[in-house]
């Protein structure tokens, strides 16, 4: 919390310390959402996938819905703990609205271990935010990135920040 509300400075010994410190409660399921926003504003989204492994046991525990916590669980449907599916876009993807009423967008993709992006988020202008991106052999991501017409957007990478109005930039 201390990262997220800009008390701490964001560094590379606060990752690790919520990495690998042993005297450290862990979040629980629902919690962990303040965790992952910690992990995007630190750039370390890689430690959020190995987070997931949480989430992916659930079909192989006969769940279909996400619980409160690990074992001993008070809830087998918690609605709280769905929030990877807000990270796949907000972080992930880095769709996140700039401005009130998603007006203005801004799209800094973080995929951690990931290869591909292919997001698509509904926009309350009518039409998607999109994002279609693939790591090339250096690292960089390549792809395209969109956006409803007269929608002000800021495509922003490790190459540079680039702006544009309504319609796909190619970068």
Known sequence: ?????????????????????????????????????????????DAIYDRLGLWFEHAG????????SPEPTRSDCHAWGAHPMFHAFATFAGIRPAA???????????????DEL?????????????LQATRGRRGALHGVA????????TLVLPAGTRQWTGGAIKF
């Open 1 to 45: 919390m201390a990262v997220l509300g800009g008390s701490v400075p964001k560094g590379a010994d606060i990752a690790q310390a919520l990495l690998g410190a042993d005297d450290l409660d862990r979040t629980t399921i629902y919690f962990s959402h303040y965790l992952f926003e910690t992990f995007r504003v630190l750039g370390r989204t």
């Open 61 to 68: 525990r006969g769940l279909k819905t996400t619980i409160e």
């Open 100 to 114: 009130p009423g998603f007006r203005k967008v801004v799209i800094a993709p973080q995929p951690g271990p990931l």
């Open 118 to 130: 292919n997001a698509k988020l509904v926009h309350p202008a009518g039409g998607f935010v999109a």
């Open 146 to 153: 969109s956006v409803p017409d007269g929608i002000e957007a």
